[in-house]
């Protein structure tokens, strides 16, 4: 799989926070353990143990990882590449052999994973009273002895039901949730690769792995590296306002953007799965040709005075309700050159917002105007002080 945790420091990632290296203020900052976090984290904590492996104290003694300064570049070079291959590698089982580098058919090593996983953590967090191991047995299958995995100091607490344990057994389930992401593409070898050194170790093809009903962790895996995607593509779209050279171009490009982010996630209420891959592939497609086509540009769009004439006519989120239907009208997949703005489909909305910009409106309650609605039933009412001459 690919490497895309070595982009971003888990030092200072949290659920709804991604902070990707660059080459300021946020550069790789290398440990004696081989694990980066950003320069950031570094300086401020120099004594903190490593995100990954948990070794203790490893970034005193770091140095400035200046080899790895392009690798973020080669991502955001090629970004709609990087995620063809992420859907397909998912989609086939193949990608790049952690051993040889050879693009095969993978498969994974779940007894290197698990033996990799298990050094340098702090076990005691996963000790289980006998009593919370049965009742979870009819779900998760056998429990081990904790004992077979660490050396005990005993009591330990149950970290279910906080009772003290003498003889605790090990969740090796909440374990395998808390570390399945970690370390993603270094336990995928080729065939031949496992048939030279893991002849005797538990393997699985990768697709099989990834694929399983009964495991929810490759989910929570794949799931890992989504935030990450949606990060490196962000980044590679975003234009600051007073640079934008078409507002509804550039809207009906974000728009896709999400589309294709939320695609890239598992749709699970239902027991249905992540969207088609075809779906997938000609949301990438769309969003490419779209950005592609918005980089051509050689002046700015006539949308643009438009916009900022209709300032009074937003919703509480400042978003204008009219243009956003138009460009939710086009639909993500349309291959279109153009300002929607001009696209005959959307005529009727465009006449609709200028006689408004021409009358002047004003939002008198904070209410979010939904695609469809009607702009009286939300007060918006003509107010003379605001007509454009």
Partial sequence: MMHL???????????????????????PFLGTCGHSICLICANSNPNQNCPVCKKEEVFKNGAVNYSSSSILGDFNYDIFQVIRKWCMS???????????????????????????????????????????????????????????FMNLKIPLECHFCLTQVENPFFDNTQFRWDTEHLN??????????ILDN????????????????????????????????????????????????????????MFTCEKLITACYFVSPSGARRVS?????????????????????????????VWKDSENVVNILGENPSLCRMVERVGVLEVRNGC????????????????????????EEPQRLQTGDDFHSFGLIPQSSYSKK
């Fill in 340 to 363: 929607p703005l001009e696209f005959e489909s959307n005529r009727e909305e465009k006449k609709k917002l200028l006689d408004m910009i021409r009358g002047g409106v004003e939002v």
């Fill in 198 to 253: 893991h002849q005797d170790h538990v393997t699985f093809q990768l697709l099989f792995y990834e694929k399983s009903y009964w495991s929810g962790y490759p989910t929570k895996r794949q799931e890992a590296t989504i935030p990450l995607l949606g990060t490196l593509l962000k980044k590679k779209l975003w234009e600051a306002d007073e640079i934008i050279k078409c507002k509804l171009r550039y809207m009906r490009i």
């Fill in 90 to 148: 998912y989609e086939s089982g193949s990608g790049v052999c952690s051993k040889c580098s050879a693009h095969k058919l993978l498969r994974i090593c779940v007894t290197c994973k698990f033996k990799e996983a298990i050094k340098h953590r702090d076990l005691s967090k996963y000790a289980m009273c006998e009593s919370c191991a049965k009742s979870m047995r009819f779900y998760e299958g056998k429990f081990e002895n904790l004992r077979n």
């Fill in 277 to 305: 891959t075809e779906y997938f592939q000609k949301l990438i497609s769309s969003l490419e040709k779209q950005y592609n086509e918005y980089q051509q540009l050689k002046s700015p769009c006539l949308c643009l005075e």
């Fill in 5 to 27: 945790e070595s982009l971003v420091c888990l030092a200072c990632r949290t659920y709804n926070n991604v902070n990707l290296f660059d080459n300021d203020t946020r550069r």
């Fill in 184 to 193: 993603l593409a270094d336990f995928n070898f080729c065939s031949d690769c």
